[in-house]
């Protein structure tokens, strides 16, 4: 145990003497190949006006998303009437995404209760 320790403390010394010789330069090069999502000035006011337009640009966009969202329904409507002509595959891929969403939310469940399957017991 002591001796993979050792090995852990190492590798971390290595990591760390790798990011101080080549960080700085990494940071600029990345900084000059997305020069053109840099906002000039930087400032605080900058920031704060460009969270603002992330604000309302979304806020705009909900009624496409709506729009976009009754059509899914409207086609789901339109399957279910003629559920007598699906195929087998259609049934399947909406199966697997039924069971995708399930195991999504259960997992999220798991998380939620601090990774335990029954629950917190201190």
Known sequence: MASRLQQLQSKACQATQFVKKHGTAYHKQMLDQNKQYIQEPPTVETCNLLAKQLLYTRLASIPGRCESIWKEVDFVKHAWKNR?????????IAALFGIECFAWFCAGEIVGRGF?????YP
């Open 116 to 120: 335990t399957v029954t629950g917190y």
């Open 84 to 92: 007598q002509d699906l195929k087998v595959e259609d049934v399947g």
